[in-house]
């Protein structure tokens, strides 16, 4: 056990659950829904990302608050709090796009954003992995396998990006069509980038504490 081995509280498992439960939640309702793409649903969709957004925001204010009032031993606060930043990140970037999706209305969706946006649930739902992974009693180097996974999403997802820009530039297109869309990839290419920043958090705690 964390509190008996180290003296931790098991609140740190708590919190990383609720993170990954989260991220599995927020990115399988953002890629369900974008690629049945429902028109009439759209403000409905963004109405129950943004809930889970909410959720999230509070468990990082009480990962904030328990970090203030709690001695750890095995785990550096800064490192703790920089990964939980990062998990908050991912959810805000998601609920960023659905909502801009909704603002802007949008009456198709790209083939290219599906599929950026698949990369994303992937990487996601690894993530989510990884996170669980770190959450138990004992850190298993097994979870770098899981974070190379999520590098390989992120990248695969950053040459989506640039090839949904070079589309959207190319042959005149509407302006605000372009923006509109640009602005939606943009806020999912920082979620996915986000994700690699979270892998890379959890293997500095590997290299670290095991």
């Known amino acids: 056990m964390l509190k008996k ?9 708590k919190f990383m659950l609720a993170y990954a439960d989260n991220l599995e939640a927020t990115s399988k309702k953002f890629y ?15 109405k129950e990302i943004k809930e889970i957004e909410h959720n999230s925001d509070n468990v990082t204010h009480e990962t904030m608050n328990w970090l203030e ?53 992937l990487s996601c739902q690894e993530t989510a992995k990884a996170v669980r992974a770190i959450s138990g009693p004992k850190l298993n180097r097994s979870v770098l396998e899981i974070c190379k996974n999520i590098k390989g999403y992120e990248s695969e997802g950053d040459k ?41 958090d959890v293997e500095s705690l590997i290299f670290k504490y095991s």
């Open 160 to 200: 989506l990006y640039h090839d949904i820009l070079a589309m959207l530039f190319k042959d005149g297109k509407d302006p605000l069509y372009v923006i509109k869309f640009k602005e939606i990839v943009e806020e999912l290419e920082r979620a996915l980038d986000r994700c690699n920043q979270a892998a890379m």
């Open 32 to 46: 369900d829904f974008i690629r049945a793409f429902d028109v009439s649903g759209i403000d409905q969709w963004a």
């Open 69 to 121: 009032g709690t001695f750890i031993v095995n785990y550096d606060r800064e490192d703790i709090h920089v990964l939980a930043s990062d998990l908050d990140d991912i959810i805000d970037f998601m609920d960023a796009a659905a909502t801009r999706i909704s603002l802007y209305n949008v009456t198709e969706m790209l083939p290219e954003v599906i599929k950026l946006t698949e990369q994303l649930f």
């Open 5 to 13: 081995y180290f003296g931790m509280e098991d609140n740190f498992e």
